[in-house]
C-alpha cells in the first residue's frame, strides 16, 4: 500500500504478515495529488487484471508500483511526469496476460502505441516522448528479455517486477500461477531463478541486491517439494 503525505511519502510493504514502513523525502509535487492519480489508473485498469491468472492480478501491479516508486525515490526523481509515468507502466505491464502470457508485453507495448491519442483516458493526455518511454518499459519488463534496457525508466519497472529476492514471496506467486502444483513450482523456480536460470537482473539490480540476490540463487537450486510446502504454508 502506497500512501502520500504532505511532508513525505510513506510506502508501506507487505512481507509476510508483517509490516514495515519506510520513510522518504517529499518530492516537488504534491503527494496528495499523486495518490489521487494512482488510485485512479488502478482502478482504470483493474478490469484486464482481473482477467489474469492469480499471479498477475491487480495486487501484483500494486506492488511493482509500490516498488517502483521507492526505487525512483531512492534516485531522487524530481518531477510529477516522473511518478506518473511509472504509474502509469506500472499498471500496464501485466494486463494483458489473460491473452497470451508468452507475449503479454508486446500487447502493453501495441496498446500503449496504438491507443495513446484515442482511447486510453490517461495515455491522451501525456507527450509523444513519455508514451515511448513508457512503451518500451513496459515490453523491457520481463524477466526473459536480454537486451539493454532503452531508459530508465525501464530499469525500474523490469526491477520492481522482480521484486525483493525473498524465496517465500516467490514460492507463494509461484504456487498461485502453477495452481498449487509442487513439483511445477520447482521446475518453474529453478527454471527462471536458479544458477541456471533464464532471469535477466538489470546491473542496478544486481548491486542493490547483491546479498539478498546470491542468497536466494542458493536456495532455489537447492529448493525440495518439503521446502516448498512449509514456505507455501508459512503465515497461514
Known amino acids: 500500500m502506497i500512501v502520500l503525505k504532505d511532508t513525505t511519502i510513506f510506502i508501506t510493504f507487505k512481507k509476510g504478515k508483517k509490516m514495515k514502513e519506510r520513510k522518504h523525502k517529499k518530492p516537488t509535487f504534491n503527494g ?7 488510485r485512479q489508473v488502478r ?5 484486464y487484471y482481473d482477467k489474469n491468472d492469480p499471479a498477475h492480478r491487480i495486487d501484483h501491479a500494486d506492488d511493482v508500483c509500490t516498488m517502483a516508486l521507492e526505487l525512483a525515490l531512492k534516485m531522487q526523481f ?16 501485466d494486463m494483458f ?6 507475449t503479454h508485453n508486446i500487447l502493453a507495448e501495441n496498446y500503449v502505441i496504438k491507443f495513446w491519442q484515442h482511447k486510453d483516458i490517461f495515455l491522451r493526455e501525456l507527450s509523444g516522448e513519455r508514451i515511448y518511454y ?3 518499459a ?27 529476492p525473498d524465496l517465500e514471496t516467490h514460492i507463494k506467486r509461484s504456487m498461485l ?15 527462471k531463478f536458479g544458477s541456471a536460470g533464464y532471469c535477466e ?14 542468497k536466494f540463487t542458493v536456495q532455489v537450486d537447492n529448493l525440495t517439494e518439503a521446502r516448498v510446502i512449509e514456505l507455501n504454508q508459512k503465515g497461514d
Not at 43 to 47: I, L, M, N, R
Open 32 to 38: 496528495s495529488n499523486l495518490i489521487q492519480f494512482l
Open 201 to 214: 537482473y538489470p546491473p542496478q539490480y544486481e548491486e542493490m541486491f547483491k546479498v539478498e540476490l546470491s
Open 78 to 93: 524530481d518531477s510529477r511526469e516522473n511518478y506518473q509515468d511509472i504509474i502509469l507502466a506500472s499498471y500496464i505491464h
Open 177 to 191: 500461477y502453477n495452481k498449487g502444483s509442487v513439483r511445477s513450482v520447482i521446475e518453474h523456480m529453478h527454471g
Open 97 to 102: 496476460c489473460f491473452q497470451d502470457r508468452k
Open 43 to 47: 482502478e482504470y485498469y483493474k478490469p
Open 138 to 164: 513496459v515490453k523491457e519488463h520481463r524477466a526473459s528479455y536480454k537486451e539493454k534496457r532503452y531508459h530508465k525508466l525501464s530499469q525500474i519497472i523490469s526491477m520492481a517486477d522482480r521484486g525483493v
Open 134 to 136: 513508457i512503451a518500451q
